[in-house]
């Protein structure tokens, strides 16, 4: 399986950003993110089956998406903070599961990170 994630880049607060992740195939996907000395964050997932679930300190600004014809996952944050400044990821797992997958061990495969700068 193949990821590739671009989109990030410098950001003002307040600003939006879309990350892209596309994948060889439909999985269920996932967007973790990873500061300088910290560990890796849950931020969205979408399952095979297109239900989406969204760490709780991003909903109502991070939205996850997918477009099945281009087998490509998205996410779209908007209000962005200095907090959010990361590098972002994106993970599949195979298999056709129901629910989103919140936890990066049960992930499979990962793309090459998309660094994300926030500034105030």
């Known amino acids: 399986v193949q990821l590739q994630a671009f989109g990030g880049g410098l950001a003002q607060a307040g600003g939006s950003l879309r990350l892209s992740c596309a994948a060889s195939?439909?999985?269920?996907m996932g967007w973790f993110r990873q500061a300088p000395g910290e560990e890796r964050e849950f931020v969205a997932a979408?399952?095979?089956?297109?239900?989406?679930t969204t760490a709780d300190s991003m909903k109502g600004r991070f939205t996850i998406s997918r477009d099945n014809v281009k087998n490509t996952v998205y996410l779209q944050m908007n209000d962005l903070r200095p907090e959010d400044s990361a590098v972002y990821s994106c993970?599949?797992?195979?298999?056709?599961?129901?629910?989103?997958?919140?936890?990066?061990?049960?992930?499979?495969?990962w793309g090459q990170g998309t660094e994300v700068t926030v500034s105030s």
């Open positions: 195939g439909r999985y269920s």
């Open positions: 979408i399952s095979w089956s297109d239900k989406i």
């Open positions: 993970a599949a797992k195979r298999g056709k599961h129901i629910s989103p997958i919140l936890f990066a061990r049960h992930y499979d495969y």
